[in-house]
């Protein structure tokens, strides 16, 4: 399970550093943040493979960090709190959490809980190709989207387009640069199918617009624009 990415929550840097320290020696990339609104941006931005989440937390507590991000995403969650009490575990599985350790804890635990959950949701098919952003999921894995309360399922090629552009979002690629990524090196036809592609996108991405812009780069190519607002 080497190499996933896993971001931690929790307002005691002592604490994040002691797991940023033992998982990394496991193999994971792991980031921190220290408040619930930070994590939500986190995960909108880095799209971590799971979330270790405390409950107790500045700005926005971890029962509505759960619960914002089971709104939009199955990224798998493991909540890590001080509270013991048979109703906050509880509480956590109900409103999405996959597992539950309270604190204090060893970190040889932590790490055989995080590599169990992650293989179960390996086994279940996930691959985490999600990215989640404001009003918007894309969801490579399930070939559709969502735009604000509406799901869309898009054809193989627009899916891919869309995905390597949102997550290289603000870089400029030349229609011969998405043709490779997309089509591969042997693609025959009129490097011109991309404008058809983006026309479609684009058309798809209206209800979001003043948000999300797929942006013509005149003389070079195309880019996904995020809005400064967003």
Request: with cysteine; net charge neutral; aromatic share 10%.
């Amino acid at each position: 399970m080497t190499g996933r990415k896993l971001l931690v929550v929790d307002d005691d840097i002592h604490i994040c550093e002691l797991i940023k320290l033992y998982l990394t020696k496991e193999g994971y990339d792991v980031f921190a943040v220290h408040d619930g609104f930070k994590a939500l941006e986190a995960i909108r931005e880095e799209a971590p493979h799971l979330v270790i989440l405390d409950i107790m937390l500045p700005k926005l507590d971890g029962w509505d960090v759960c619960r914002e991000l089971k709104k939009v995403s199955d990224i798998p969650i493991i909540m890590l709190t001080a509270k013991d009490d048979t109703f906050d575990k509880v509480l956590g599985l109900k409103i999405g959490a996959d597992d539950y350790i309270v604190k204090p804890f060893e970190p040889r635990e932590l790490a055989a809980r995080v590599d169990a959950v992650l293989r179960r949701y390996q086994k279940q098919g996930m691959t985490y190709q999600q990215i989640v952003l404001p009003n918007l999921l894309i969801d490579k894995d399930g070939y559709k989207i969502k735009i604000k309360n509406q799901v869309l399922e898009l054809p193989p090629k627009e899916m891919e387009l869309l995905y390597f552009l949102v997550k290289n979002k603000n870089q400029v690629f030349t229609r011969e640069q998405l043709i490779e990524q997309i089509w591969g090196f042997d693609f025959e036809g009129d490097n011109r199918t991309i404008d058809v592609h983006i026309k479609r996108l684009r058309e798809k991405l209206e209800p979001v617009a003043s948000q999300y812009q797929i942006k013509t780069v005149w003389g070079v190519g195309y880019k996904f624009e995020v809005k400064s607002h967003v």
